[in-house]
């Protein structure tokens, strides 16, 4: 399954942050001056608080971890006890899906499911790999180099079936669409490609699929 690994911060001591103390601890001076030397006598040294802010720094990043590696467990779970069909369905999704592969993402996309937002047969997304960062893998939308040619007529008629048509025409028809769509003064028109385009848009993993098998 698709997971995005959580990364990992060190805390630095530098000395824009030791300025910064200097900052605040004479501004605590300043706001009562004639206890000034009281309060600075109550001061912790640079040193100190530096110190503790690693230590701190350490155990909320522990915390997070435990935090974040219990949701993991908690999302996997749900997903097992799903259905064998429900499984492999949702798996497949995932990978595919378009947001970062996080826990509280996993968690979401499963509530979605078992609230009726989304069936196994109507999911959300194409089903195109991408990686943890919910970028697509290959990016099948790429027409760099195609000399492939059609008219706005043959875009539309590709459309309404283009399980009638090879993969390399399903994809030179979407991007037709979009562009026919964009100048198009006849904004109705321009609508109705544009939604020509949005259902050729669900087809286009096929493309993706065939093309790079």
């Given amino acids: 399954m698709r997971f995005k690994r959580q990364a990992r911060f060190i805390f630095t001591d530098t000395s824009r942050k030791r300025a910064a103390l200097r900052r605040k601890q004479q501004r605590e001076r300043d706001a009562m001056p004639l206890f000034a030397d009281q309060i600075a006598a109550g001061q912790p040294c640079e040193d100190d608080v530096m110190q503790a802010r690693a ?14 590696a219990r949701d993991w467990r ?3 779970a749900t997903l097992a006890a799903m259905s064998r069909k429900e499984r492999r369905v949702l ?15 996993l968690s979401g996309f499963l509530h979605s499911y078992r609230l009726g937002r989304f069936s196994l047969d109507d999911l959300p997304f194409p089903l195109t790999r991408t990686d943890p960062h919910g970028r697509r893998r290959v990016n099948f939308f790429d027409m760099k180099g195609s000399t492939m040619f059609m008219t706005i007529l043959q875009a539309r008629d590709i459309a309404a079936a283009p399980s009638n048509h090879t993969p390399e025409e399903r994809l ?12 198009n003064k006849d904004r109705c028109r321009g609508n109705q490609d544009r939604v020509l385009s949005a259902a050729l848009y669900l087809k286009l ?9």
């Fill in 91 to 105: 798996r497949r999704a995932w990978n595919c899906a378009p947001y970062p592969a996080d826990p509280s993402n």
């Fill in 172 to 183: 030179a028809a979407y991007h037709h669409l979009q562009k026919a769509a964009a100048k």
């Fill in 205 to 213: 993993e096929d493309t993706q699929a065939q093309t790079h098998a």
């Fill in 55 to 68: 230590e701190a720094w350490g155990e909320q990043e522990r915390r997070d971890r435990s935090r974040r």
């Fill in 74 to 76: 908690s999302a996997r």
